[in-house]
């Protein structure tokens, strides 16, 4: 089933909380209403553009967010560096760094000796699981923001998954969170015992890339502070040409702001 065939109603009905977050700034007095019982907040942010948008949304929802970042041993090590900066910039209550060193397994372009795919066709991105999938990441993410938000005792985690504008990786799917949620409520002390409910928030799910960064913009992001490309430049800067740098750049262009992002071709 496609994304754009299920209403918000019905996604909500199954259990995993994917929020449309609000549109503008005086529509967020509604949500911020209704998230104010809630304690707080673990926000998985990568230094990317997504998770800095996400950990902005909750934090203009009045909530403590802890930002939790997974330095996993990608190659691109600038993203940590790029974590630290947001969670400073938008007020994170606490920021950990955890390591778990996928290179153990490597398999992927971003932890392992594999070229990262520069597509020749922008329009093909999306189509076919790309070189760049880390296998389980985001489940391996999502168990430690949930071993960190039960210490804590709070249920709200926050994720930066998108299904529209994406690359095709199967753990930013609704099918997949959805069923992260049903676990982590299976799973843990606090969600057996306590009969707390945890749950996991992905409020850009169905957003294009231009939505993200115009609401980002309004929400106050330095955008400049993110990174994004998979195949920096040893002084970190982005390669214009991966996946990842394509669907950056195009969503710059798109919402009609300027691309903060510093590119080592010029064009
Ligand atoms: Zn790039």
Known sequence: ????DRTSSERNAVGVTIEEAPATLADAEKWRARVDERKGAVALVSGGLDSATVLALARSTGTDCHALTVDYGQRHRIEIEAARRVAVQLGAASHRVVTVDLRVFGGSALTDEIAVPNPENADTIGRTIPATYVPARNTIFLSLALAWAEVLEITDIYIGATARDFSGYPDCRPEFLRAFE???????RAGTEKRRQFQVHAPLLNWTKDKIIRRGVELGVNFGITHSCYDPSSEGLAC?????CIIRRRGFEAAGVDDPTKYAESE
Do not use: E
């Open 182 to 188: 049903h676990l982590a409520n299976l799973a843990t």
């Open 1 to 4: 089933m496609k994304i754009s």
């Open 240 to 244: 214009g040409l991966c996946d990842s």
